[in-house]
């Protein structure tokens, strides 16, 4: 293979010529349609990366390349952020049409997602579909709005407006202030880098970036008190943090690694690495193994871990006290004291007291 000017030859069984600026062209069409966006720095590293074109490209002949994509029928987007610009390719011709029974599969695929309520699901749907075939001119509502529909469904026209105000904060790109109801009941003024709007196990997030650890967040709506926009514009993306821990017994027999995960296994059990931008997630999730899980490293995960946990005796402490209120209540039963409350401080039994 020699590299020219303006041509790519290879020698093989059957020798070929390919034009190296269309093969350019085409390769970055490939990319954009594959991404939701991506930045110059994006695309160059891309080009540096692939075997058969080896080099970057200047901003002037990515934007030649852009003009001639646009020429041949693509709809792309150019967009500013933190001096930083973007395309996205919004439409393009090489899509097929859709023949009337993939057109009702579809609406049957999104009258399921429909059911869910706030459905993440139902947004990505509603975004790819146009971006991989040709819709009718006039397409139906429930293919084009079907995220708006589960929003609107699933919401008071009070909460939606919510929603729809912290997706604008995600859109516009700057850094959000908030204050924000901590599980303890105190107030803490926190900072966003506002990404998106997740529902999750029936709650809505915001989920984003915290500007001073660089870290992944997500905070519920209902636990934002206020907020106000500053003066800043997102910066880069998360911090991927490398989350060491150990599971031990049954569990470490029986645990399924998650995409991603590196497991060393030894006498005591299994030693698993996991990679995250979302610590606070997978911390939840560790909870959940009781005793059988510690985390190792890094030391900022295992406070964290730490914290939760004492969150979590606090709450049992408090319902505890609730019913042992409830047990002793002397107005219980005509004035006495109700037998499940003589039971609570007595070493009788259950039956001993059923035989009463």
Avoid at 30 to 52: F, G
Avoid at 55 to 66: F, M, Q
Avoid at 302 to 313: A, T
């Amino acid at each position: 293979m020699s590299d020219g000017k303006n041509r790519l030859e290879f020698t093989s069984m059957d020798e070929m010529t390919i034009n190296i600026s269309a093969f350019r062209l085409l390769y970055i069409y490939k990319l954009l349609s594959q991404a939701v966006e991506l930045s110059i720095q994006d695309l160059n590293t891309h080009l540096i990366n692939h075997p058969l074109i080896d080099r970057a490209v200047t901003s002037e002949t990515l934007n030649k390349y852009i003009h001639t994509l646009r020429l041949f029928g693509c709809k792309i987007e150019r967009l500013e952020n933190q001096n930083q610009v973007f395309f996205r390719l919004s439409d393009h011709p090489l899509k097929p049409e859709l023949s009337l029974l993939e057109m009702n599969a579809l609406k049957n695929i999104a009258e399921i997602l429909q059911q869910q309520p706030l459905s993440i699901y139902a947004n990505q749907f509603s975004k790819l579909v146009p971006r991989l075939a040709v819709l009718p001119d006039a397409p139906d509502s429930w293919l084009l709005n079907a995220f708006e529909v589960t929003l609107q469904s699933g919401l008071s026209q009070e909460d939606y407006q919510v929603v729809k105000q912290f997706q604008k904060y995600c859109f516009e790109g700057q850094v959000l202030e908030i204050r924000h109801l901590n599980h303890d009941h105190t107030m803490e003024v926190k900072r966003i880098e506002p990404r998106q709007v997740i529902y999750e196990k029936k709650s809505l997030y915001l989920s984003g970036k915290d500007p001073l650890t660089h870290k992944k967040v997500r905070y519920a709506l209902t636990q934002i008190l206020s907020h106000r926009q500053l003066p800043h514009r997102v910066q880069s993306q998360p911090v991927k943090v490398s989350v060491t821990f150990k599971l031990t017994g049954r569990l470490a027999a029986s645990y399924r690694p998650y995409p991603g995960e590196s497991i060393v296994s030894n006498e005591e059990g299994l030693t698993i690495t996991h990679v995250t931008d979302e610590v606070d997630v997978l911390i939840r999730r560790l909870l959940k193994y009781g005793p059988s899980c510690q985390i190792l490293s890094p030391e900022s995960a295992r406070k964290e871990m730490l914290n939760q946990i004492e969150h979590l005796l606090e709450k049992m402490r408090e319902d505890l006290d609730i019913l042992t209120e409830v047990f002793l209540s002397k107005e219980q039963t005509d004035g006495s004291r109700h037998k499940w409350a003589y039971y609570y401080d007595s070493p009788q039994t259950m039956d001993d007291v059923a035989a009463d």
